[in-house]
Every structure is written in structure tokens, then in C-alpha cells.
């Protein structure tokens, strides 16, 4: 199978939790063929070698290899766009700052507010917002 | 969102943020001994990082204020801006009590529940971020956190026997699904070839089958042992805990290690051994370690605790390198209690000496502190060790430190008992204890001082009502016929009467809820197949009962 022809995003954070809901809500884009997760920078490049991505959701502090590492990597080699999601990097924040250096294609904190359906829903759209955004691009 | 989905995000959100409380209180737990690596500050950092993720994704508004200062606080740590000194580590392990205690009311609600603890919590957390809290103010709150301290390590029991998810390796469940799908087709076969037996050799054949099939049995009731064990882990936890709570309110330097804390325990096990082990330890630190100013050669107090298993069995050691147990102490107060006569004290071995301070009633108020007294002595020690099939013993040298010595028996042993299914609630009676069951009218009895009494080994021995020991009301109206039943411990004997019939079980028992545990008599309960509660008669502190009255 070529995965090239596919629109296919990958989902980077040490938590499943937040890899579960990451992936709720590019799921309600309906534009992807394939979500794929990772638990760490290290395992996120070792899957952008496998195959090709169009979006990186990519959470910044992990172990083994954080998102900055990761993102230094990634835009050594690859072309997907990176969506830098985390609370670390809030505007104005030295991370925010490093990683638009570094060439991160958005930023974003985390979504959630799960007990709160309007406020989920909010979170929620600004990501599918931004991403829909970077696909155009 | 649908339910579906949020039921996981639940489960998923209860399983990472305790792992992430567990992993930074183990390291803050560690930091007492030795300075801890960058990578553990990291790790901690990482912890308090993802618990404000967590709390901030669920939507726990008010928590995540809080998981937010704690993170805070350990950024400031990672730079070097903040000690992690006994002052912000109290403060960040009680923050993780606080946390725990929010997220199992909240998951269990369903929403953010805050528990009372929050506020000063939280106020602690910001006065040490904003650097500011005066000497004084720093020695108050100390007292007040010690309170919260000596409260937070038994809810934190209760979170040990609450938890209600378990780890299990996928191979092991795997192998389960396998073996049980091999007992089904099995057991089909079994009955097709009873439908067919005609001849000798079918005969032959389905009992080759029922053969197998009673192994298999054995096999899959193996694994599902093996899925109730699990780590000592959380109980080595709170362990920790009781000891560098104890030895600060004792105000004695220890030193606590830990070997072997990735052994595994039937989880009933270990539930029945928190108790007790916090006991022992509390024990050695306030009675065993000497004050700090008397241990000038000795150093500071060193406490070792080591899981082992040998074979089936779990092996626990514990010693301290305090003063020791002092033999003649011991033997002069057992002389005053009566519990051994003056002339044979010589005959003792030193290890019968030591093991008279497991006899009831030994601990006396001369050694209830408030720290290791709480109303339990080491007799309870060695019943709840006794329950589960154990061995205590303990080894001494004076100055030089105490050793203990647990064995627990590593299987579950199912005990076989007959259930008194005519009481208004059932109690089941081990049936080790019990020398015989007969009618009353087949019992020669004498009326000694007003109780009536039957003769057994040439002594008399009065008949207790069973309904009144257990304050039930009495059933002999129901036309029941009269039962003796004669209880025997080692060269004692207690006989109670019953009205009703009772059946023959084999039987797994719990240890009984906090709300039974009241219930003077209770041991252990279990639920039989109906959904009925049955109790196990104590018959052990029956017989204590039984010296106590005489």
C-alpha cells in the first residue's frame, strides 16, 4: 500500500488520554485516512521514516525525546506541518518563542474540558480551525 | 461526546493520573535518603507537568489551581531557585494525599469534588512559591500539617483496598481466554460421550475426558490466582510514609530501606499485612532506635524492610539497629501477668522470651505512645499475621537491634467450615476448630452454679448461647432441634449450642469491611452463591473471650 497517496496525521503526547482526545477530534474532521499515535519524539520519528504525514500534533514535555527535540528533528527531514500542542507553549512564553524559531506551524493548548461539553467543543474546534487552515495552505 | 467514549476518557484519565501521584511520591518519598538525580527531578517535574494536563483536560478547574502551584513549585526546584528541602517535600507529598483524595471522589462523582484539605493545601503550596513564610509561621504550620499527616496514611489504605484497577500482563490473560476455551470444548465433549456410554470402553473414554478436564480446571484456577497478585509496591508506599511520618513526629533520624518491592502477593494478602507492618514498623522506630543524641556511635537510625519469596511463600524481614529488646524486661513483666510461672523462666529459649511479647494484654500503657500505641498491640500483630496462615517470629540483641521475621504462606488456602444457615445472618465455623457437632438430647449435661454443662475429657465445660455471644435475637422457637457444637484450641475447649441445620463448605474469605469490623466475632465474610453475607466466626478471639470471662 502506498501511504503516500494518503492524508494521514500523528499524534504525538506521552499521555493517552490526551492521545485519545486528539484523535476524537481530527477524528470529526473526516478528512484523514489514517491517525496514527506516538508516545515520544523518538517513536514519532522512527514512524515519520516509515511513512509520510501531512499533520504532527506534537506535545512538547515527554520522555525519552520532548517535543522540542523532536520538532528540531522533524524539520530537518520532513515537510509535515507541526502543531506545537501544549500548555508550555502559551503566547509569550519562552517554549512559544523557541519553537517558532525552531518552525512550528501552530501552536495550541491542549484541548479537554471534558466535563464541560461547550468548552470541549470549543477547544475542540479551534484545533479542527487550525487545521483545516494548515491544510489549505 | 458520547457515553461510550467518556467512560474511557474517564478510565484512561483515572489510570494516568494516579500513576503519575504514585511515580512523583515515590521519588519525593526516595529524596528523604539522598539527593535526587537531575533525571528524577525531571521525572517528578514531568509528573506535576501531566497531572495539570490531566486535571486541566478532564476539566477540573479548581484542582488544576492547584496541580498548577505544584508544578510550579518543582520548575522552580528543576532551576535551582527552590531547595527541596523536609519543608517542600511535606508540602508535595501532602499535595499528592490532597490530589488523590480529590480525583477518587471526582472520578467516582463524575465531577470536580473538593475535598476539605484543598484550601491549606493550596495556601501552603503558594507561600512556599512566593518564598515568603517567616520562622514562626513556618514551625505553625509544620503542627498543622502533622495532623493532616497522621490522618492522610489510613485513607490512603482505604485507596489501596478501593483501587479498582489492576494491571495484568496481556500474556497471562491471553493464556487465561486460551485455557478457558479448552475447558468449554471439553466439557462439551464430556457430556456427548456420557450421552453415548454403552460400553466398558466408552466408559473408559469419558473418563479420560473428565480427567483432563479436572486438570484443565486446575490450570485455569492457577492463572486466575496468579491475576490476583500484585505488587508490594503501593503497600511499601505507605510504609514509607508511616515511617518518615513517625520517625518526624518522634523527631528521631531514620533511615528507611526497601528491598524486594517488586515481589507479589494475593492482593487479600496484602491488604491484611498494611496493618500490621505499619504497626511493626511504627513499633521499632519509637521503641527500637534510640533517642538521636544517645546513638552518637551508631549513627542515624537505619530500618530495613525486605519482601522475599521462598518457593510459594513471602518472607518479610524487619529490623532496626536500636536498642534491642531488653530479655529480662520482657520476662519480669510476663512474670507479673502470670503469663509464665517464676520457676520455669530458665527452661525458655530466647525465642519463646521474645515471643511472649505477642501475648495479649502484654503491651501495656507503659508502652502506648501515641505513636505505636492506637490501641492495637503486637497480639494483634500476630493474629491478623495468624489469619492468614503466618508465622511471626522475632530474633533480638541487646544495643545491637531487633529483627521480625514474617512467613505468609502463598497461596489463598480455601478453609473448610460448616455455614449455620438457621442464624439470621450466616456464620460459617472453621471446621479445624471444631472437635464435634451433636444433638443435645444424645448429651449426658450437669447443672454446675446454674449453667447447665456437658462432660467432655473428663472436665465439664458450660454451654454457651450462641445467639447471645453474637447478640442475635434467638431462634429456638422455630422447632429446631438443640446442636452442640464443641470448639477446641490447642488444650481448650468451648462449647456452644445451636438450633438449625448447616451445611459443608470450602471457603475464600475477605477480610471483614471497616462497618464489621465492629462485630466482635467477625473474622472474615464472604458472599455465597445466593448473594448471602456470611460471617466467619472468630473463634479464635472466642477463646480469648473465654479466658478473659474466666
Same mark, same amino acid.
Given at each position: 500500500?502506498?501511504? +503516500?497517496?494518503?492524508?494521514?496525521?500523528?499524534?504525538?503526547? +506521552?499521555? $493517552?488520554?490526551?492521545?485519545?482526545?486528539?484523535?476524537?477530534?481530527?477524528?470529526?474532521?473526516?478528512?484523514f485516512? !489514517?491517525?496514527?499515535?506516538?508516545?515520544?519524539? $523518538?517513536?514519532?520519528?522512527? *514512524?515519520?521514516?516509515n511513512?509520510?504525514?501531512?499533520?504532527?500534533?506534537?506535545?512538547?514535555e515527554? @520522555?525519552?525525546?520532548?517535543?522540542?527535540?523532536?520538532?528540531?528533528?522533524?524539520?530537518?527531514?520532513?515537510?509535515?506541518?507541526?502543531?506545537?500542542?501544549?500548555? !508550555? /507553549?502559551?503566547?509569550?512564553?519562552?517554549?512559544?518563542?523557541?519553537? *517558532? $524559531?525552531?518552525? /512550528? +506551524?501552530?501552536?495550541? +493548548? $491542549?484541548p479537554?474540558?471534558? !466535563?464541560d @461539553?461547550? !468548552? /470541549?467543543?470549543? *477547544?475542540?474546534?479551534?484545533? *479542527?480551525?487550525?487545521?483545516?487552515?494548515?491544510?489549505?495552505? | 461526546?458520547n457515553?461510550?467514549?467518556?467512560?474511557e476518557?474517564?478510565?484512561?484519565?483515572?489510570?494516568?493520573?494516579l500513576?503519575?501521584c504514585?511515580?512523583?511520591?515515590?521519588?519525593?518519598?526516595?529524596?528523604? %535518603?539522598?539527593?535526587?538525580?537531575? &533525571?528524577?527531578?525531571?521525572?517528578?517535574?514531568?509528573?506535576?507537568?501531566?497531572?495539570?494536563?490531566?486535571?486541566?483536560?478532564?476539566?477540573?478547574?479548581?484542582?488544576?489551581?492547584?496541580?498548577?502551584?505544584?508544578?510550579?513549585? #518543582?520548575?522552580?526546584?528543576?532551576?535551582?531557585?527552590?531547595?527541596?528541602?523536609?519543608?517542600?517535600?511535606?508540602?508535595?507529598?501532602?499535595?499528592t494525599?490532597?490530589?488523590?483524595?480529590?480525583?477518587?471522589?471526582?472520578?467516582?462523582?463524575?465531577?470536580?469534588?473538593?475535598?476539605?484539605?484543598?484550601?491549606?493545601?493550596k495556601?501552603?503550596?503558594?507561600?512556599?512559591?512566593?518564598?515568603?513564610?517567616?520562622?514562626?509561621?513556618?514551625k505553625?504550620?509544620?503542627?498543622?500539617?502533622?495532623?493532616?499527616?497522621?490522618?492522610?496514611?489510613?485513607?490512603?489504605?482505604?485507596?489501596?483496598?478501593?483501587?479498582?484497577?489492576?494491571?495484568?500482563?496481556?500474556?497471562s490473560?491471553?493464556?487465561?481466554?486460551?485455557k478457558?476455551?479448552?475447558?468449554i470444548?471439553?466439557?462439551? =465433549?464430556?457430556?456427548? =460421550?456420557?450421552?453415548?456410554?454403552?460400553?466398558? &470402553?466408552?466408559?473408559?473414554? =469419558?473418563?479420560?475426558?473428565?480427567?483432563?478436564l479436572?486438570?484443565?480446571?486446575?490450570i485455569?484456577?492457577?492463572? #486466575?490466582t496468579d491475576?490476583?497478585?500484585?505488587?508490594?509496591?503501593?503497600?511499601?508506599?505507605?510504609?514509607?510514609?508511616?515511617?518518615?511520618?513517625?520517625?518526624?513526629?518522634?523527631?528521631?533520624?531514620?533511615?528507611? %530501606?526497601?528491598?524486594?518491592?517488586?515481589?507479589? &502477593?494475593d492482593?487479600?494478602?496484602?491488604?491484611?499485612?498494611?496493618?500490621?507492618?505499619?504497626?511493626?514498623?511504627?513499633?521499632s522506630?519509637?521503641?527500637?532506635?534510640?533517642?538521636?543524641?544517645?546513638r552518637?556511635?551508631?549513627?542515624?537510625?537505619?530500618?530495613?524492610?525486605?519482601?522475599?519469596?521462598?518457593?510459594?511463600?513471602?518472607?518479610?524481614?524487619?529490623?532496626?539497629?536500636?536498642?534491642?529488646?531488653?530479655?529480662?524486661?520482657?520476662?519480669?513483666?510476663?512474670?507479673?501477668?502470670?503469663?509464665?510461672?517464676?520457676?520455669?523462666?530458665?527452661?525458655?529459649?530466647?525465642?519463646?522470651?521474645?515471643?511472649?511479647?505477642?501475648?495479649?494484654?502484654?503491651?501495656?500503657?507503659?508502652?502506648?505512645?501515641?505513636?505505636?500505641?492506637?490501641?492495637?498491640?503486637?497480639?494483634?500483630?500476630?493474629?491478623?499475621? &495468624?489469619?492468614?496462615?503466618?508465622?511471626?517470629e522475632?530474633?533480638?540483641?541487646?544495643?545491637?537491634?531487633?529483627?521480625?521475621?514474617?512467613?505468609?504462606?502463598?497461596?489463598?488456602?480455601t478453609?473448610?467450615?460448616?455455614?449455620?444457615?438457621?442464624?439470621?445472618?450466616?456464620y =460459617?465455623?472453621?471446621?479445624?476448630?471444631?472437635?464435634?457437632?451433636?444433638?443435645k438430647?444424645?448429651l449426658?449435661?450437669?447443672?454446675?452454679?446454674?449453667?447447665?454443662?456437658?462432660?467432655? %475429657?473428663?472436665s465439664?465445660?458450660?454451654?454457651?448461647?450462641?445467639?447471645?455471644?453474637?447478640?442475635?435475637?434467638?431462634?429456638?422457637?422455630?422447632?429446631?432441634?438443640?446442636?452442640i457444637i464443641?470448639?477446641?484450641?490447642?488444650d481448650?475447649?468451648?462449647?456452644? %449450642?445451636?438450633?438449625?441445620?448447616?451445611?459443608?463448605?470450602?471457603?475464600?474469605?475477605?477480610?471483614?469491611?471497616?462497618? #464489621?469490623?465492629?462485630?466482635?466475632?467477625v473474622?472474615?465474610?464472604?458472599?455465597?452463591?445466593?448473594?448471602?453475607?456470611?460471617?466467619?466466626?472468630?473463634?479464635?478471639?472466642?477463646?480469648?473471650?473465654?479466658?478473659?470471662?474466666?
Amino acid at each position: 500500500m502506498n501511504l +503516500d497517496a494518503n492524508r494521514n496525521v500523528l499524534i504525538v503526547d +506521552d499521555s $493517552k488520554l490526551m492521545r485519545m482526545m486528539l484523535k476524537k477530534i481530527v477524528e470529526e474532521l473526516n478528512m484523514f485516512d !489514517l491517525i496514527e499515535e506516538a508516545e515520544n519524539g $523518538k517513536i514519532a520519528l522512527e *514512524k515519520l521514516d516509515n511513512s509520510k504525514f501531512e499533520i504532527i500534533l506534537l506535545d512538547i514535555e515527554m @520522555p525519552i525525546m520532548n517535543g522540542v527535540e523532536a520538532l528540531r528533528e522533524i524539520r530537518l527531514h520532513h515537510k509535515a506541518k507541526v502543531i506545537i500542542v501544549s500548555s !508550555l /507553549a502559551q503566547i509569550g512564553s519562552t517554549y512559544s518563542a523557541e519553537v *517558532k $524559531k525552531l518552525g /512550528a +506551524d501552530g501552536i495550541i +493548548d $491542549k484541548p479537554g474540558g471534558a !466535563l464541560d @461539553p461547550t !468548552l /470541549a467543543q470549543k *477547544k475542540g474546534e479551534d484545533l *479542527k480551525n487550525l487545521i483545516n487552515q494548515l491544510v489549505k495552505n | 461526546m458520547n457515553d461510550e467514549f467518556l467512560d474511557e476518557i474517564w478510565a484512561q484519565f483515572e489510570s494516568e493520573a494516579l500513576e503519575h501521584c504514585k511515580n512523583s511520591e515515590d521519588l519525593l518519598l526516595d529524596s528523604v %535518603n539522598k539527593d535526587l538525580s537531575k &533525571a528524577e527531578i525531571d521525572s517528578i517535574f514531568r509528573s506535576f507537568h501531566s497531572l495539570k494536563g490531566l486535571t486541566g483536560s478532564i476539566g477540573l478547574s479548581e484542582t488544576v489551581t492547584l496541580t498548577h502551584l505544584a508544578e510550579d513549585l #518543582i520548575s522552580e526546584s528543576r532551576k535551582g531557585k527552590i531547595i527541596l528541602d523536609d519543608n517542600l517535600r511535606t508540602a508535595l507529598l501532602n499535595f499528592t494525599d490532597v490530589l488523590k483524595a480529590i480525583l477518587q471522589k471526582s472520578i467516582k462523582e463524575r465531577k470536580e469534588v473538593i475535598t476539605k484539605n484543598f484550601g491549606s493545601c493550596k495556601s501552603v503550596l503558594e507561600e512556599i512559591l512566593q518564598g515568603k513564610p517567616s520562622k514562626i509561621k513556618q514551625k505553625n504550620r509544620n503542627e498543622t500539617f502533622d495532623d493532616s499527616l497522621v490522618s492522610e496514611p489510613l485513607s490512603n489504605l482505604d485507596s489501596l483496598e478501593e483501587e479498582r484497577f489492576t494491571q495484568v500482563s496481556s500474556a497471562s490473560l491471553d493464556d487465561l481466554f486460551q485455557k478457558s476455551g479448552t475447558l468449554i470444548s471439553r466439557a462439551n =465433549a464430556l457430556k456427548r =460421550a456420557f450421552e453415548q456410554v454403552n460400553t466398558m &470402553a466408552e466408559n473408559d473414554y =469419558a473418563n479420560v475426558i473428565l480427567e483432563k478436564l479436572v486438570n484443565d480446571i486446575q490450570i485455569v484456577n492457577g492463572r #486466575i490466582t496468579d491475576l490476583r497478585l500484585i505488587s508490594v509496591n503501593d503497600l511499601v508506599r505507605r510504609l514509607k510514609r508511616a515511617a518518615i511520618d513517625t520517625s518526624k513526629s518522634l523527631k528521631k533520624k531514620i533511615q528507611f %530501606n526497601v528491598k524486594g518491592d517488586n515481589e507479589r &502477593a494475593d492482593r487479600s494478602i496484602i491488604r491484611a499485612l498494611a496493618d500490621p507492618l505499619m504497626h511493626m514498623i511504627r513499633n521499632s522506630i519509637d521503641h527500637g532506635i534510640e533517642e538521636d543524641k544517645d546513638r552518637p556511635k551508631k549513627g542515624i537510625g537505619k530500618i530495613n524492610l525486605s519482601f522475599q519469596k521462598e518457593g510459594d511463600n513471602l518472607v518479610i524481614k524487619l529490623s532496626d539497629d536500636g536498642r534491642g529488646l531488653d530479655k529480662d524486661k520482657i520476662l519480669k513483666k510476663a512474670i507479673e501477668k502470670k503469663f509464665i510461672s517464676k520457676s520455669n523462666p530458665k527452661e525458655l529459649e530466647e525465642r519463646d522470651i521474645y515471643s511472649l511479647i505477642f501475648k495479649p494484654g502484654f503491651s501495656t500503657a507503659e508502652n502506648v505512645s501515641s505513636t505505636s500505641g492506637r490501641g492495637v498491640g503486637m497480639d494483634v500483630v500476630e493474629k491478623n499475621i &495468624a489469619m492468614l496462615g503466618g508465622k511471626i517470629e522475632i530474633f533480638s540483641e541487646k544495643n545491637k537491634g531487633t529483627n521480625i521475621s514474617v512467613l505468609i504462606p502463598g497461596a489463598v488456602s480455601t478453609e473448610e467450615c460448616i455455614i449455620l444457615k438457621d442464624l439470621p445472618t450466616f456464620y =460459617a465455623v472453621p471446621s479445624r476448630s471444631i472437635q464435634w457437632v451433636k444433638n443435645k438430647s444424645d448429651l449426658e449435661t450437669d447443672i454446675v452454679t446454674g449453667t447447665e454443662h456437658i462432660r467432655y %475429657n473428663k472436665s465439664q465445660i458450660p454451654i454457651q448461647d450462641l445467639s447471645k455471644l453474637l447478640s442475635l435475637p434467638t431462634n429456638n422457637s422455630k422447632g429446631f432441634v438443640e446442636k452442640i457444637i464443641l470448639l477446641s484450641l490447642s488444650d481448650k475447649a468451648i462449647a456452644i %449450642n445451636y438450633f438449625g441445620d448447616f451445611v459443608y463448605d470450602e471457603i475464600v474469605f475477605d477480610q471483614p469491611d471497616k462497618l #464489621i469490623s465492629n462485630l466482635p466475632f467477625v473474622s472474615g465474610t464472604t458472599v455465597d452463591d445466593d448473594r448471602n453475607i456470611i460471617f466467619r466466626l472468630n473463634v479464635e478471639r472466642l477463646f480469648d473471650y473465654d479466658n478473659q470471662a474466666a
